[in-house]
């Protein structure tokens, strides 16, 4: 045998097993799944991410026949039920959608059952909504411009709740107070049926929260919108300012979606959840109800995308917690 055909054949069987791991590789994300998936939702039903959960999964069923156990597991700011994931075998069935309170937890809450960078693998960042500031019909405040005026001239003379603290709406009124030299009183609630309740009837003055969760309010006229946090107005409430608009250029401060999967699920099962889900979220169906009903912004990220975002988040609102030394509720 020759010199070079020695060659090219060591060379064959070294590559050989290369080869036969990467068809192995794809051959386990096309068989997968084989059994029922278990999505855990970390919040409890009435909130947002429940309903998204569902209506992904049940979009993923009727299209591909896959079969989805949805399971409650709500508590502390939704790292309760992020545990269970996370602490799951990585095997392709254990997943969790969560909100963006999962970018604060691991600085706010104290201590953590797990690690928010280490044990998660990153599937998908669904989507992106702007938070809107809003005051009560009979407050007399047109735009956020005129809020900030009277907190200078009286400080803490206004409220505002959030759906509490280490919320992401209370650490956005962090960063905006520093960089607008104001200070406004903070009322932090157990949740966003509270606080819209008592931002419905004027029991606050003013409610900071989702598009979603206020819009239906905004529509009847029992709120009115002053601000949104988003770099560009909501396409759901085209006649509403930027921050940047107000005077805080290039802030921008949004809610999201996402779902991961405990830290070594494989990576050929991951690109296949992210590439389906991908596929639910681009028809228009899905993007309308999303958008109508929740507001949200379709992002539908690689998982690479998300784990770049989930620690920039991580890095941004754990510093606003410490340097203004904000407990959990």
Same mark, same amino acid.
């Given at each position: 045998?020759s010199?070079?055909?020695?060659?090219?054949?060591?060379?064959?069987?070294? %590559?050989a097993?290369?080869?036969?791991g990467?068809?192995?590789?794809?051959?386990? @994300?096309?068989?997968?799944?084989k059994?029922?998936?278990?999505?855990v939702?970390p919040f409890?039903?009435?909130?947002?991410?429940?309903?998204?959960a569902?209506l992904?999964? %049940?979009? =993923?069923?009727?299209?591909?026949?896959?079969?989805?156990?949805? !399971?409650?597991?709500?508590?502390?700011?939704g790292?309760?039920?992020?545990?269970v994931?996370?602490?799951?075998p990585?095997?392709?069935y254990?997943?969790?959608?969560?909100?963006?309170?999962?970018?604060v937890?691991?600085?706010?809450? +104290?201590?953590?059952t797990?690690?928010?960078r280490?044990?998660? !693998?990153?599937?998908?960042?669904?989507?992106?909504?702007?938070?809107?500031?809003?005051?009560?019909?009979?407050?007399?405040? $047109?735009?956020?411009?005129?809020?900030?005026a009277?907190?200078?001239?009286k400080? #803490?003379?206004?409220?505002?709740?959030?759906?509490?603290?280490?919320?992401l709406?209370?650490?956005?009124?962090m =960063?905006?107070? &520093?960089?607008g030299?104001?200070?406004?009183?903070h009322?932090?609630? /157990?949740?966003? &049926?509270?606080?819209?309740?008592?931002?419905?009837?004027?029991q606050?003055?003013?409610?900071?929260?989702?598009? %979603?969760?206020?819009?239906?309010?905004?529509?009847?006229?029992?709120?009115?919108?002053?601000?949104?946090?988003g770099?560009?107005?909501?396409?759901?409430?085209?006649?509403v300012?930027?921050?940047?608009?107000? @005077?805080?250029?290039?802030?921008?401060? /949004?809610?999201?979606?996402?779902?991961?999967?405990?830290a070594?699920?494989? $990576?050929?099962?991951?690109?296949?959840?992210n %590439?389906e889900?991908?596929?639910? =979220?681009? #028809?228009p169906?899905?993007?309308?109800? =999303? &958008?109508d009903?929740?507001?949200?912004?379709?992002?539908?990220?690689?998982? #690479?995308?998300?784990?770049?975002?989930? #620690?920039? !988040?991580?890095?941004?609102?754990? /510093?606003?917690? +410490?340097d203004?030394?904000?407990? &959990?509720?």
């Amino acid at each position: 045998m020759s010199h070079p055909s020695r060659r090219r054949l060591i060379g064959g069987l070294i %590559a050989a097993p290369a080869v036969w791991g990467v068809g192995s590789a794809h051959a386990q @994300g096309a068989d997968w799944p084989k059994q029922p998936i278990r999505i855990v939702v970390p919040f409890p039903p009435g909130g947002s991410v429940d309903p998204i959960a569902r209506l992904l999964t %049940a979009r =993923l069923t009727e299209t591909l026949g896959w079969n989805f156990v949805v !399971e409650s597991r709500p508590g502390a700011s939704g790292s309760v039920g992020t545990a269970v994931t996370a602490k799951a075998p990585p095997d392709g069935y254990n997943f969790v959608f969560v909100f963006d309170t999962h970018a604060v937890n691991p600085t706010l809450i +104290k201590p953590m059952t797990f690690d928010t960078r280490k044990d998660l !693998e990153p599937v998908m960042v669904i989507g992106t909504s702007s938070m809107v500031f809003s005051c009560h019909e009979s407050r007399p405040w $047109k735009n956020f411009g005129e809020v900030v005026a009277a907190l200078k001239g009286k400080p #803490e003379s206004i409220n505002f709740g959030s759906i509490g603290n280490g919320s992401l709406a209370h650490l956005t009124m962090m =960063l905006l107070q &520093a960089q607008g030299g104001f200070k406004i009183l903070h009322v932090p609630y /157990k949740g966003g &049926a509270p606080m819209l309740q008592d931002a419905v009837s004027g029991q606050i003055d003013t409610g900071f929260s989702t598009v %979603a969760h206020q819009m239906p309010q905004i529509r009847t006229g029992k709120l009115r919108p002053l601000v949104v946090t988003g770099d560009k107005r909501a396409a759901q409430m085209p006649d509403v300012p930027s921050l940047a608009e107000a @005077g805080f250029p290039g802030f921008s401060a /949004k809610a999201w979606w996402g779902v991961l999967g405990p830290a070594g699920t494989p $990576k050929p099962i991951v690109e296949r959840f992210n %590439a389906e889900l991908r596929k639910v =979220l681009a #028809e228009p169906a899905i993007r309308t109800r =999303l &958008a109508d009903q929740l507001g949200i912004e379709i992002w539908a990220s690689s998982p #690479e995308e998300m784990r770049t975002f989930v #620690e920039s !988040e991580i890095d941004r609102w754990g /510093k606003v917690v +410490k340097d203004n030394d904000i407990k &959990a509720d």
